[in-house]
T-cell receptor, first 112, second 115 residues
Framework: SQQGEEDPQALSIQEGENATMNCSYK?????LQWYRQNSGRGLVHLIL?????REKHSGRLRVTLDTSKKSSSLLITASRAADTASYFC????????????FGEGTQLTVNP | EPEVTQTPSHQVTQMGQEVILRCVPI?????FYWYRQILGQKVEFLVS????????KSEIFDDQFSVERPDGSNFTLKIRSTKLEDSAMYFC?????????????FGSGTRLTVV
């Protein structure tokens, strides 16, 4: 499997429900970041979690990081229709300069 | 909130032509990047630029590609002799530090269509 794989590939939920997306990676990292992309638009940075952190919150977002399992999860609580977008994890690898390696993304659809 | 600005938003070019994609990074940012996203695929790193030189490039960034910061504000990606497979969204990004503590700010992208 490749660096920065998300699952599920697609997730459809009702407004008000929580959405959980997972990401796995293969190499050692400095940090892991989550980005959001609305259809045909640019990437918007959501949250960054450092390799020595286990959990981080920002508004309705909660990110966890398990470096022993090389995995992260993004939880969006009380989802809204406006949260409909693609969500990508991206890793800043220790051996990769400052480049980000992106996953395949999860397409989240929140139905009103 | 400061933005990374990219122009044009959409460019159509004939195969074999040269294109220049332009970016204005955030003014106090020091690290600049180009990424691309082929339709339906993941975002791929092309090149990073720091202190007026390339600091890292991917296997994709071959002799066909070049970057420049001609005037201290613009950051350009030139693609010489475009191919059909160069059709993609090209994103510019900048970050203040090395990115180890800060997220990147991405532009809205340039959709390049090679016909």
């Amino acid at each position: 499997s490749q660096q920065g794989e998300e699952d599920p590939q697609a997730l459809s939920i009702q407004e008000g429900e929580n959405a959980t997306m997972n990401c796995s990676y293969k190499t050692s990292i400095n940090n892991l970041q989550w980005y959001r992309q609305n259809s045909g638009r640019g990437l918007v940075h959501l949250i960054l979690i450092r390799s020595n952190e286990r959990e981080k919150h920002s508004g309705r977002l909660r990110v966890t990081l398990d470096t022993s399992k090389k995995s992260s999860s993004l939880l969006i609580t009380a989802s809204r229709a406006a949260d409909t977008a693609s969500y990508f994890c991206a890793t800043d690898g220790i051996a990769s300069g400052s480049r980000l390696t992106f996953g395949e993304g999860t397409q989240l659809t929140v139905n009103p | 909130e400061p933005e990374v600005t990219q122009t044009p938003s959409h460019q159509v070019t004939q195969m074999g032509q040269e294109v220049i994609l332009r970016c204005v990074p955030i003014s106090n940012h020091l690290y600049f990047y180009w990424y691309r996203q082929i339709l339906g695929q993941k975002v791929e790193f092309l090149v990073s630029f720091y202190n007026n030189e390339i600091s890292e490039k991917s296997e994709i960034f071959d002799d066909q590609f070049s970057v420049e910061r001609p005037d201290g504000s613009n950051f350009t990606l030139k693609i010489r002799s475009t191919k059909l497979e160069d059709s993609a969204m090209y994103f510019c990004a900048s970050v203040r530090g090395s990115g180890r503590s800060n997220g990147y700010t991405f532009g809205s992208g340039t959709r390049l269509t090679v016909v």
